[in-house]
């Protein structure tokens, strides 16, 4: 209990940090829908930072207590491979789904590369492949994960830090979103039980974030088209998480 409670903790104070800093840059650069990416972003890397800072500040040594562990590459690939055919899977199924986030970050996208062209995309990709997926693992997989698999099952940890990451992304598209990251969290968790690597979870996230970049809806209108590729990518899923769970027993 104790583990979990310190982990809950630790994810209120991530929570905390990132709304105080967006509210602060939205009350200094206001027009919040034109500037919501960057103000994602920034606040982002102040998370992150501050979230390392009170590691360091505890004489806590990071790479240690954040499973920052090294990894092989073809642990990677599977890593990769996993989250992304679920993340594609599910951005088909739900692609006729309206998800306000995701119309305030194009919008937002759109604003600033009517200022310099091609700066939206660029900070598009620094957002969802690199800035999120870091500061999200770090939070949730880094800290609230191995928190509580300190004092409880590993079970435990990674159905609490999956929860926890879903409903995290109710404000950004209510329930449907919460499925899917819910679902997402119980992969990345997985991933972090099997390999005990932060890198492979934040790298894997950023692979599942890449079906953020497909207009699915307009790409694939056949119904049938749309259930022959999401039963290809359940394939591969279920390909990849029998070979991981079977070289696990093996060793």
């Known amino acids: 209990m104790k583990g979990i409670l310190r982990g809950a903790g630790y994810f209120i104070l991530y929570l905390a940090i990132t709304v105080i800093t967006q509210i602060a840059i939205s009350l200094i650069a206001g027009q919040v829908n034109n500037n919501l990416l960057g103000m994602t972003i920034i606040s982002g890397v102040i998370t992150g ?20 562990n090294r990894f092989a590459f073809t642990d990677l690939v599977k890593a990769c491979l996993l989250a992304f055919s679920f993340s594609n899977a599910f951005s088909i199924l739900t692609s006729d789904m309206d998800i306000e986030n995701s119309k305030l970050m194009a919008a937002s996208a759109q604003y600033y590369s009517s200022l310099i062209p091609g700066l939206g995309m660029v900070l598009m ?7 999120a997926p870091a500061v ?10 191995t928190r509580i698999a300190k ?9 609490v830090s999956a ?11 209510g329930i449907v979103l919460v499925i899917g990251a819910t679902i997402t969290g119980l992969i990345l968790g997985f991933l972090m039980y099997r390999y005990k690597s932060l890198w492979i979870c934040i790298i894997a996230h950023s ?5 953020n970049f497909i207009e699915f809806g307009k790409l694939i209108t056949s ?8 039963i290809a990518f359940g ?12 070289l696990k027993k093996s060793r």
């Open 49 to 68: 930072i501050v979230l390392y800072l009170v590691f360091k500040l505890r004489k806590k040594n990071v790479k240690q207590e954040w499973s920052m």
């Open 125 to 131: 990709i620094l957002n969802l492949l690199i800035i």
């Open 136 to 145: 999200e693992e770090i939070a949730l997989r880094g800290i609230v994960y």
């Open 151 to 159: 004092t409880a099952k590993p079970v435990v940890a990674l159905i």
């Open 163 to 173: 929860v926890l990451f879903g409903l995290m992304h109710f404000m950004a598209g």
């Open 207 to 211: 692979c599942a974030n890449i079906p």
């Open 223 to 230: 119904t049938g088209m749309r259930a022959s590729i999401v």
């Open 235 to 246: 394939v591969v899923f279920a390909v990849v998480l029998i070979r991981i769970l079977k």
